[in-house]
Nanobody
Framework: EVQLVESGGGLVQPGGSLRLSCAAS????????MSWVRQAPGKGLEWVAG??????STTYADSVKGRFTISRDNAKVALQMNSLKPEDTAVYYC?????????????????WGQGTQVTVSS
């Protein structure tokens, strides 16, 4: 059974830090690009950060660049969040995605965690 389990969310004051973690199981973690995606209250999904299967390439949304750092190791992906702002308040989801060429066709595999709440407020 594929599972992505997020942890580490909570309430933090503006300027503070949190570290989110996502534990993956049930699939070949090293084959998947991993991302963090968030959803603020009343808004749509916003991609936050991504890391390639080898871990050597990372990308960030402009809104978090320089403040957030994504990393991966041993079937876990983490998001270190520093200098948090009230606008970072959201449910944060872990996402795993890969594309496989099989029988002459591309197949996309896309897995999601249940989310963890991050609230930035004084």
């Amino acid at each position: 059974e594929v599972q992505l389990v997020e942890s580490g969310g909570g309430l933090v004051q503006p300027g503070g830090s949190l570290r989110l973690s996502c534990a993956a199981s049930g699939f070949t973690f090293s084959f998947y690009a991993m991302s963090w995606v968030r959803q603020a209250p009343g808004k749509g999904l916003e991609w936050v950060a991504g890391i390639m299967p080898g871990g050597g390439s990372t990308t960030y949304a402009d809104s978090v660049k320089g403040r957030f750092t994504i990393s991966r190791d041993n079937a876990k992906v983490a998001l270190q969040m520093n200098s948090l702002k009230p606008e970072d308040t959201a449910v944060y989801y872990c996402n795993a995605k890969t594309v496989v060429l099989s029988m002459g066709r591309f197949h996309e595999y896309d897995h999601w965690g249940q989310g963890t709440q991050v609230t930035v407020s004084s």
